[in-house]
């Protein structure tokens, strides 16, 4: 580590801490860690805030093509994309939602894990015959345990109340137990193209549920998320060796319309934030 480019290139080490500090309240947030009282909002509200706005400050218009000397504007414009995936880093993830916002957040999710499973029932056929039985018995619950989902995640919408909300909560938990077993299972898969296909199949619905379940976390209290990190018995850090990141950014910035390296970051907040939940 070269700590003299600290000196050499300020603005891009002040604008990497700011990103730091924003990330980090991010996910102190999700956590439910205040660090006190700050009139109406939370010390780390503020400091999230306080790192946006400064960034924001920082960002710098790109210069015409006439004015580039030397990289310089190239340096620019990658500053103010980082600056710009902090910026956006909350949006889809935000903390402080009505429960009806993160329950039609969720409802918007459906189509796509219902694709996503349609894939994993078309992907055996892509496999080795020897494989194609492994990764038939490891994925046979995707169809039931996500048709579920998506009934519990609209009877939510129709009426957020907590025994609805329980329901979906444990539905998540359930799913997300079935994506993480299922990606072992299929990790164990000798050919090399077969568990290409059948990771990559898997984990396409896995990303989605990862992202279903982050919402429902910020609208859950400390007890209800414990309580649904108690039921995962596969965690994601024993499955994080077998996704693709690239992958599950692709999924996000797809859904939400951004940019890949904006949800690069969100995909990595979240999983993170995930897992130091105890998931």
Request: some cysteine.
């Given at each position: 580590?070269?700590?003299?480019?600290?000196?050499?290139?300020?603005?891009?080490?002040?604008?990497?801490?700011?990103?730091?500090?924003?990330?980090?309240?991010?996910?102190?947030?999700?956590?439910?860690?205040?660090?006190?009282?700050?009139?109406?909002?939370?010390?780390?509200?503020?400091?999230?805030?306080?790192?946006?706005?400064?960034?924001?400050?920082?960002?710098?218009?790109?210069?015409?093509?006439?004015?580039?000397?030397?990289?310089?504007?190239?340096?620019?414009?990658?500053?103010?994309?980082?600056?710009?995936?902090?910026?956006?880093?909350?949006?889809?993830?935000?903390?402080?939602?009505?429960?009806?916002?993160?329950?039609?957040n969720i409802v918007?999710?459906?189509?796509?894990?219902?694709?996503?499973?349609?894939?994993?029932?078309?992907?055996?056929?892509?496999?080795?015959?020897?494989?194609?039985?492994?990764?038939?018995?490891?994925?046979?619950?995707?169809?039931?345990?996500?048709?579920?989902?998506?009934?519990?995640?609209?009877?939510?919408?129709?009426?957020?109340?907590?025994?609805?909300?329980?329901?979906?909560?444990?539905?998540?938990?359930?799913?997300?137990?079935?994506?993480?077993?299922?990606?072992?299972q299929a990790a164990?898969?000798?050919?090399?193209?077969?568990?290409?296909?059948?990771?990559?199949?898997?984990?396409?619905?896995?990303?989605?549920?990862?992202?279903?379940?982050?919402?429902?976390?910020?609208?859950?209290?400390?007890?209800?998320?414990?309580?649904?990190?108690?039921?995962?018995?596969?965690?994601?850090?024993?499955?994080?060796?077998?996704?693709?990141?690239?992958?599950?950014?692709?999924?996000?910035?797809?859904?939400?319309?951004?940019?890949?390296?904006?949800?690069?970051?969100?995909?990595?907040?979240?999983?993170?934030?995930?897992?130091?939940?105890?998931?």
């Amino acid at each position: 580590m070269n700590f003299k480019n600290i000196w050499n290139h300020p603005k891009t080490s002040a604008a990497g801490l700011l990103i730091a500090v924003a990330s980090v309240a991010g996910v102190l947030s999700q956590q439910g860690v205040t660090l006190g009282k700050v009139g109406t909002g939370t010390v780390v509200s503020l400091a999230s805030a306080l790192a946006t706005a400064l960034l924001g400050l920082m960002a710098k218009d790109p210069e015409p093509a006439s004015q580039q000397v030397n990289g310089s504007a190239s340096q620019e414009a990658k500053l103010g994309a980082w600056m710009l995936i902090a910026l956006l880093i909350p949006l889809p993830w935000m903390q402080g939602c009505t429960a009806a916002g993160v329950a039609e957040n969720i409802v918007n999710w459906t189509p796509s894990l219902q694709s996503a499973v349609a894939t994993v029932d078309s992907t055996a056929a892509l496999l080795a015959p020897a494989d194609a039985p492994i990764f038939t018995a490891a994925t046979i619950g995707f169809d039931v345990a996500s048709n579920l989902l998506v009934a519990q995640a609209k009877a939510y919408l129709a009426n957020p109340s907590g025994s609805t909300l329980a329901k979906l909560q444990n539905q998540i938990v359930t799913l997300q137990q079935q994506v993480n077993t299922a990606l072992l299972q299929a990790a164990r898969i000798v050919d090399q193209k077969s568990q290409q296909h059948a990771l990559a199949a898997i984990q396409g619905v896995g990303t989605i549920v990862v992202a279903i379940l982050a919402l429902a976390q910020s609208i859950s209290s400390r007890a209800q998320v414990a309580q649904m990190a108690a039921d995962s018995g596969v965690k994601l850090a024993a499955v994080e060796p077998y996704l693709n990141e690239s992958r599950a950014a692709e999924i996000v910035a797809a859904h939400y319309g951004e940019p890949v390296e904006v949800a690069r970051v969100q995909v990595a907040q979240a999983t993170q934030a995930e897992m130091s939940a105890g998931f």
